[in-house]
T-cell receptor
Framework: AQSVSQHNHHVILSEAASLELGCNYS??????LFWYVQYPGQHLQLLLK??????LVKGIKGFEAEFIKSKFSFNLRKPSVQWSDTAEYFC????????????FGKGTKLSVIP | GAVVSQHPSWVICKSGTSVKIECRSL??????MFWYRQFPKQSLMLMAT?????????EQGVEKDKFLINHASLTLSTLTVTSAHPEDSSFYIC???????????????FGPGTRLTVT
């Protein structure tokens, strides 16, 4: 069965610290990968996505993610977090071109301390 | 950017009544909309895929007679929770798929969600 795993439930960082949130997927065949962010009281927003090509994907607000096929991973990174990055982050996947049903991970809550 | 709205944002209803939640794509046409359910501290679980002009496709374990979905136009899908019970209390989120070329094939835009509380 298709699944997405996020190993960190809650991450607490100080401002300016570097961030890496783990995401692993279990899919057969071609996979599309996404990171969404949900700020407190707001709706899900797309941070970045990977369909094909360069495995290092740059998104909005200084976030990036690297697709490592051999590790079935798509970790989210940011070199220096800000208080405004406090939010919940969801990794999601869909299988192949033409398939748009997303499977979400359980989410990682990020708290950034000023 | 593509905006999706939901109405109402929160609703409280009595057990046994029905509740309708609307999902609208405000500035684009959406041939496909999705309905998710999110329990506290858990992920979004896909309930059903709603295609304009046809019957919705429900995920395994989701009762189609309880969660009625109608996608009557390219900008509106509705989810009706029939004979609601306290266990139906949850956060319901819709998303809409932007109809377009290959690059946007798998991109969805999410609504703000509807908090349903059944007493």
């Amino acid at each position: 069965a298709q699944s997405v795993s996020q190993h960190n439930h809650h991450v607490i960082l100080s401002e300016a610290a570097s961030l890496e949130l783990g995401c692993n997927y279990s899919y057969g065949g071609t996979v599309n990968l996404f990171w969404y962010v949900q700020y407190p009281g707001q709706h899900l927003q797309l941070l970045l996505k990977y369909f094909s090509g360069d495995p290092l994907v740059k998104g909005i607000k200084g976030f990036e993610a690297e697709f490592i096929k051999s590790k079935f991973s798509f970790n989210l990174r940011k070199p220096s977090v800000q208080w405004s990055d406090t939010a919940e982050y969801f990794c999601a996947a869909s299988s192949g071109a033409g398939s748009y049903q997303l499977t979400f991970g359980k989410g990682t809550k990020l708290s950034v301390i000023p | 950017g593509a905006v999706v709205s939901q109405h109402p944002s929160w609703v409280i209803c009595k057990s046994g009544t029905s509740v309708k939640i609307e999902c609208r794509s405000l500035d684009f046409q959406a041939t496909t909309m999705f309905w998710y359910r999110q329990f506290p501290k858990q992920s979004l679980m896909l309930m059903a895929t709603s295609n304009e002009g046809s019957k919705a496709t429900y995920e395994q374990g989701v009762e189609k007679d309880k969660f009625l979905i109608n996608h009557a136009s390219l900008t509106l899908s509705t989810l009706t929770v029939t004979s609601a019970h306290p266990e139906d209390s949850s956060f319901y989120i819709c998303s809409a798929k932007l109809a377009g070329g290959l690059l946007t094939l798998s991109e969805q835009y999410f609504g703000p969600g509807t908090r349903l509380t059944v007493t």
